[in-house]
Protein backbone atom coordinates (compact mmCIF):
# COMPACT_ATOMS: atom_id res chain seq x y z
CA UNK A 1 0.00 0.00 0.00
CA UNK A 2 2.46 2.51 1.32
CA UNK A 3 4.53 1.81 -2.28
CA UNK A 4 1.59 2.45 -4.37
CA UNK A 5 1.72 6.06 -2.39
CA UNK A 6 5.10 6.87 -3.26
CA UNK A 7 4.74 5.42 -7.03
CA UNK A 8 1.90 7.75 -7.00
CA UNK A 9 3.19 10.95 -5.71
CA UNK A 10 6.25 10.36 -7.88
CA UNK A 11 4.03 9.89 -10.85
CA UNK A 12 2.21 13.38 -9.40
CA UNK A 13 5.54 14.93 -9.26
CA UNK A 14 6.86 13.85 -12.44
CA UNK A 15 4.08 14.95 -14.20
CA UNK A 16 4.45 18.56 -12.52
CA UNK A 17 8.20 18.86 -13.03
CA UNK A 18 7.14 17.62 -16.92
CA UNK A 19 5.01 20.82 -17.18
CA UNK A 20 6.92 23.54 -15.82
CA UNK A 21 9.55 22.50 -17.91
CA UNK A 22 7.45 22.60 -20.72
CA UNK A 23 6.36 26.66 -19.35
CA UNK A 24 2.88 25.29 -18.36
CA UNK A 25 3.04 24.93 -14.34
CA UNK A 26 4.38 28.57 -12.55
CA UNK A 27 7.43 27.51 -10.37
CA UNK A 28 5.34 29.23 -7.48
CA UNK A 29 2.96 26.02 -7.86
CA UNK A 30 5.31 23.46 -8.72
CA UNK A 31 6.85 24.27 -5.35
CA UNK A 32 3.03 24.51 -3.90
CA UNK A 33 2.13 20.88 -5.31
CA UNK A 34 5.59 19.27 -4.63
CA UNK A 35 4.78 20.69 -0.47
CA UNK A 36 1.47 19.06 -0.31
CA UNK A 37 3.18 15.78 -1.78
CA UNK A 38 5.77 16.57 1.16
CA UNK A 39 3.45 17.07 3.76
CA UNK A 40 3.27 13.46 4.97
CA UNK A 41 6.63 13.49 6.06
CA UNK A 42 6.53 16.70 7.88
CA UNK A 43 5.28 17.51 11.61
CA UNK A 44 3.18 19.87 12.46
CA UNK A 45 5.81 22.13 14.13
CA UNK A 46 7.34 22.30 10.71
CA UNK A 47 4.72 23.75 8.61
CA UNK A 48 2.37 25.92 11.37
CA UNK A 49 3.71 29.19 13.13
CA UNK A 50 2.82 28.96 16.87
CA UNK A 51 1.08 31.45 18.62
CA UNK A 52 3.85 33.02 20.14
CA UNK A 53 5.33 33.74 16.85
CA UNK A 54 2.29 35.64 15.48
CA UNK A 55 1.96 39.90 15.55
CA UNK A 56 -0.83 41.51 17.32
CA UNK A 57 -3.38 42.83 14.91
CA UNK A 58 -3.72 47.14 14.55
CA UNK A 59 -6.69 47.52 17.02
CA UNK A 60 -7.65 50.86 15.15
CA UNK A 61 -7.62 49.63 11.76
CA UNK A 62 -9.53 46.40 12.65
CA UNK A 63 -11.83 48.60 14.04
CA UNK A 64 -12.15 51.23 11.26
CA UNK A 65 -13.02 47.61 9.40
CA UNK A 66 -15.34 46.11 11.39
CA UNK A 67 -17.49 49.74 11.19
CA UNK A 68 -17.10 49.63 7.14
CA UNK A 69 -18.08 45.75 7.45
CA UNK A 70 -21.04 46.81 9.13
CA UNK A 71 -22.16 49.07 7.38
CA UNK A 72 -21.77 46.95 4.24
CA UNK A 73 -23.81 44.21 5.90
CA UNK A 74 -26.72 46.71 6.75
CA UNK A 75 -26.72 47.52 3.14
CA UNK A 76 -27.30 43.95 2.46
CA UNK A 77 -29.80 44.00 5.22
CA UNK A 78 -27.91 41.97 7.97
CA UNK A 79 -28.51 43.99 11.71
CA UNK A 80 -25.68 44.78 12.61
CA UNK A 81 -25.68 45.42 16.62
CA UNK A 82 -26.44 41.31 16.57
CA UNK A 83 -23.02 40.30 15.44
CA UNK A 84 -20.72 38.98 17.82
CA UNK A 85 -17.00 38.07 17.03
CA UNK A 86 -17.94 34.82 18.82
CA UNK A 87 -19.63 34.29 15.66
CA UNK A 88 -16.70 34.58 13.28
CA UNK A 89 -14.01 32.01 15.75
CA UNK A 90 -13.73 28.62 15.25
CA UNK A 91 -13.02 26.28 17.84
CA UNK A 92 -9.59 26.30 19.35
CA UNK A 93 -7.68 23.19 20.67
CA UNK A 94 -4.10 22.54 21.17
CA UNK A 95 -1.37 20.59 18.48
CA UNK A 96 1.51 19.57 19.97
CA UNK A 97 4.29 20.97 17.27
CA UNK A 98 5.33 17.54 17.16
CA UNK A 99 2.50 15.39 15.75
CA UNK A 100 2.86 14.61 12.20
CA UNK A 101 1.13 16.50 9.43
CA UNK A 102 -1.24 13.82 8.40
CA UNK A 103 -2.92 13.42 11.85
CA UNK A 104 -3.63 17.41 11.65
CA UNK A 105 -4.37 17.79 8.42
CA UNK A 106 -8.31 15.26 9.09
CA UNK A 107 -8.83 17.83 11.64
CA UNK A 108 -9.30 20.61 8.57
CA UNK A 109 -11.01 18.76 6.51
Not at 27 to 33: A, I, N, V, Y
Not at 48 to 64: E, L, N, P
Request: aromatic share 8%; glycine share 10%; proline share 1%.
Amino acid sequence: METDVLAAHEEIRGAVEYHHAEGLVETGDRWMLGGVLDLSELDVGQVMVQRTSISMIDIARAAFDAIKMGRDLQQLGADFQKLLIEDFLGRQWFVHDSNPSVCQRGNFL
